[in-house]
């Protein structure tokens, strides 16, 4: 069977020299990311690489010299240590890694969102227009949970959007956003949210036998009403039922914030002896997914494996061991797209989803300026998958 990469028919000229800019929370991934690209273009027959539009086609690596050094103020300041004229550049930044630090006036502190984006926009202005195309590839949308407004309240999501356009981004990647519809604060420019729907099956049937997948022994199950798209989109594909859940909230008093949710709701048929599969965008502190995991087990579900693009845990791991303990929950995918404590990726219940292979498709086919919608839907992949595991062929 041949691999994917050489199937790609990537003939057309690249738009510019390609360089990859990962700042420093995204610096693990940024390196896997590298390792496709290089292995791939020195494998790539190409009749057109020895023309001057193919130059410095392959290298040894498309990362470059780039950081964000601070002062001991914590005022910072983006320095690239290279050429970047005519280049395609792309910055990958983790806006959700917390484990990085810096000095202010001799205090620790730890990065937070705001800082990560900050940084970005270092870089972006230490590039100064020089480049021939900028995208940003932002997995965790900076404050893209802050999508609309429901009272007088700051739009943060849409104000970086255009904010990035106005400094020369020319797309912005983005991965499962948390409402899509953000992109019509920048209805010019390219804004992609991709699904890693492939990548959470793949991670399902390579490490958990005995799965039948059909409408007889599994479900998707989407534990809210935000997120019912996600979980039909992966039920359709897969030929499952769904079901749903809808929180009944408390309007009469206000806890942090928000209206308190009373309890969880179940709209959806009969779920006794089924695999469940609870599919989300993110896991914050993990009560949604426990609460909607311990509802499905009262109601006599079997397996319940947990997908979420983005596994933050802002609670600890303590309460995804006791329900794993207790057996409320079987797996937990997350995928590497966000900072994962050490701690996490050692868990018996947790399953790593690796998307550096996904983002060097994208890369690469965007830097020759070919269409990515054959990646952006992964049907074929997901029932060639699933096909392969029923026949017994994945180890």
């Not at 273009?41 to 410095?56: I, N, P, Q, V």
């Not at 928000?258 to 599969?277: C, Q, R, T, Y």
Request: aromatic share 8%; proline share 3%; with cysteine.
């Amino acid at each position: 069977m041949p691999k994917r990469e050489e199937k790609r028919n990537l003939e057309t000229i690249p738009v510019g020299s390609l360089g990859i800019i990962p700042l420093e929370g995204c610096k693990s991934l940024g390196e896997k990311v590298d390792y496709y690209l290089v292995k791939w273009r020195a494998e790539r027959e190409s009749e057109h690489k020895g023309s001057l539009a193919f130059t410095g086609y392959q290298r040894d690596s498309y990362l470059l010299d780039a950081e964000v050094p601070r002062f001991g103020s914590g005022e910072a300041k983006g320095v690239i240590k290279q050429s970047v004229r005519g280049d395609d550049l792309y910055l990958l930044v983790d806006v959700a890694n917390y484990s990085l630090t810096y000095s202010l006036c001799g205090h620790e502190n730890h990065m937070s969102p705001d800082d990560h984006y900050q940084d970005l926009k270092r870089i972006i202005a230490a590039i100064g227009g020089k480049a021939r195309r900028i995208t940003v590839i932002m997995p965790f949308l900076y404050e893209s949970r802050l999508s609309k407004r429901t009272s007088r309240e700051s739009l943060d999501c849409a104000i970086a959007l255009q904010e990035m356009v106005k400094m020369g981004v020319d797309n912005i990647i983005t991965f499962d956003a948390h409402d899509a519809r953000v992109q019509n604060a920048i209805p010019l420019h390219g804004f992609e949210t991709v699904q890693p729907a492939y990548q959470f099956i793949k991670g399902l049937v390579n490490n958990v036998k005995g799965l039948n997948i059909d409408s007889d022994h599994m479900m998707v199950i989407s534990p809210d009403e935000g997120g019912t798209s996600r979980a039909i989109y992966i039920a359709n594909v897969l030929g499952l039922d769904m079901g749903m859940f809808y929180k009944r909230r408390d309007y009469t008093r206000m806890v942090n914030g928000k209206n308190p949710v009373v309890a969880h709701e179940f709209l959806g048929s009969s779920i006794e002896g089924k695999d469940m599969i609870i599919i989300d965008d993110m896991i914050s502190s993990g009560n949604t997914i426990l609460e909607v995991a311990a509802a499905l087990k009262a109601r006599k579900a079997g397996r319940i494996f947990a997908f979420a693009t983005f596994g933050l845990f802002t609670s600890g791991l303590e309460r995804f061991d006791k329900a794993y303990e207790e057996g409320i929950i079987d797996r937990v995918l997350t995928t590497n797209l966000v900072y994962q404590t050490p701690e996490l990726l050692e868990r018996e219940w947790y399953i790593d989803c690796d998307l550096s292979k996904y983002i060097a498709y994208i890369i690469d086919t965007l830097n020759h300026d070919s269409s990515i919608s054959d990646l952006l839907n992964p049907v074929e992949r997901i029932q060639s998958i699933i096909t392969r595991y029923n026949k017994g062929e994945l180890e």
